[in-house]
């Protein structure tokens, strides 16, 4: 079972830039596609992006595509996310999870406890 441990949350304002990471243990981290989701007060959680194990090869929520970036680093056990022209709507809690196929958000069985983000008008 993997353990996910995520950072970089915070207060920003519109416009602003913010990068999460989550640190991963107790499993081969490259085994897993990795992936962030976030969840709004009073709403679903929602798939932001994802990244295959090995290969680079990523995904995007339409709402996020072009601000956002998911990268890896099989190295250190960590994966990110880069988000840049923050809007208020991006204010949520966002999870990382570990899963089977990047592009299958139902694969994602592992979860961090999650880091809030809050963009400011």
């Known amino acids: 079972q993997v353990q996910l441990v995520e950072s970089g949350g915070g207060l920003v304002q519109a416009g602003g830039s913010l990068r999460l990471s989550c640190a991963a243990s107790?499993?081969?981290?490259?085994?897993?596609?990795m992936g962030w989701f976030r969840q709004a007060p009073g709403k679903e959680r929602e798939f932001v992006a994802a990244?295959?194990?090995?290969?680079?090869?990523?995904y995007y929520a339409n709402s996020v595509k072009g601000r956002f970036t998911i990268s890896r680093d099989n190295a250190k056990n960590t994966v990110y996310l880069q988000m840049n022209n923050l809007k208020p709507e991006d204010t949520a809690v966002y999870s990382c999870?570990?899963?089977?196929?990047?592009?299958?958000?139902?694969?994602?069985?592992?979860w961090g406890q999650g880091t809030q983000v809050t963009v400011s008008s």
């Open positions: 999870a570990a899963g089977e196929v990047a592009g299958d958000p139902s694969s994602f069985r592992s």
């Open positions: 107790g499993s081969t981290f490259s085994r897993y596609a």
């Open positions: 990244i295959r194990r090995s290969s680079g090869i990523t």
